[in-house]
């Protein structure tokens, strides 16, 4: 990690948005005012900001940050590029704190940063688990504690509810912050085929929604028995146990209207990990078409303009 993180883009602030520019502008620059590409000049000069550009068709300055989640903050794009470097390869997860000791920036300004990283790592891919009939492994974890609920008593009502799908064949991972059964049984028939194998315990509330599927297996863990066949929950017990070690270590206080971004979070880092064929570099060039993709369009660009 050391040797990759020594690359120029990381560091040098010319370097990052020529980093970033080939991989936006992978045929020259474009106009985000116009979407013009012709009469397009790079400004020069001492005063003149990084990466700057002028479209001689609308008059316009731009850089290559703009109209991107880039332009929700003024850090030096280097700053950005080696903190999703950082985020996409760190197997638990980083505080705000450690990002803004590493960056030498304020603690807002680094969670404000790792937000928006999350925000980008939301792949809003709706194809189905489970095509072709493969197995899907659907389970339920407890987390921390909701907002406004006593002290616990034993039980898991003061906890918040985490719905997980792995689908075995493409090793792909989805997690959902849920409130109860009716919205477990809605999120597995909405992101399940209907050929899935569908992997699940003992729970009741799976029992019904399984016969929509070409097979339910259930395992029986009041019995203690965890594996039948192929039939286990095994892998999405798995995730959910590194998912909670980085919870306790790195995000001891969770609140509950941002768990959904720390639940992107893992879920990107779980679905590129290197089992499923992703490096370091690939998983944060991922990332950074995530956040190039999240693009705003021209019309709201020009909105504000
Ligand atoms: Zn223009």
Redesign the pocket.
């Given at each position: 990690m050391a040797s990759v993180f020594s690359s120029k883009q990381f560091h040098d602030e010319d370097e990052a948005f020529a980093y970033v520019e080939a991989r936006l502008w992978p045929n020259g620059p474009v106009?985000p005012?116009?979407?013009?590409v012709e009469r397009i000049s790079k400004m020069h000069g001492q005063s003149t900001r990084k990466g700057l550009y002028k479209?001689y068709?609308?008059r316009?300055p731009f850089t290559v940050r703009m109209g991107t989640l880039f332009e929700s903050s003024k850090l030096p794009l280097h700053v950005w590029l080696a903190a999703i470097y950082l985020i996409s390869g760190s197997k638990k997860g980083i505080s705000s704190h450690q990002l803004a000791r590493t960056f030498g920036i304020t603690v807002k300004s680094a969670w404000f940063l790792s937000h928006r990283i999350r925000e980008a790592m939301r792949e809003d891919d709706l194809t189905p688990f489970g095509e072709g009939g493969g197995a899907v492994e659907v389970d339920e974890t407890y987390i921390g504690r909701k907002a406004g609920t006593a002290l616990p008593k034993g039980g898991w009502g003061h906890k918040m509810t985490v719905l997980g799908l792995i689908d075995r064949s493409t090793g792909k991972s989805r997690f959902f912050h849920v409130d109860g059964g009716k919205e477990i049984q809605g999120i597995v028939l909405e992101n399940l085929s209907r050929e899935a194998r569908l992997m699940t315990d003992e729970h009741v509330m799976y029992r019904r929604i399984g016969r929509e599927f070409a097979e339910h297996g259930a395992v029986r863990h009041y019995n203690k028995e965890y594996v039948r066949g192929d039939v286990t929950t095994n892998t999405i017990e798995g995730a959910f146990s590194i998912f909670k070690r980085g919870m306790r270590g790195v995000y001891q206080h969770c609140a509950e209207k941002h768990l959904h971004r720390y639940l992107a979070e893992f879920e990107f880092r779980y679905s590129h990990r290197e089992a499923t064929g992703s490096d370091d570099t690939a998983r944060a060039d991922k990332l950074l078409s995530g956040i190039i993709g999240k693009r705003l369009t021209y019309e709201t660009t020009a909105a504000r303009a």
């Open positions: 106009c005012h116009c979407g013009g479209c068709q609308c316009k």
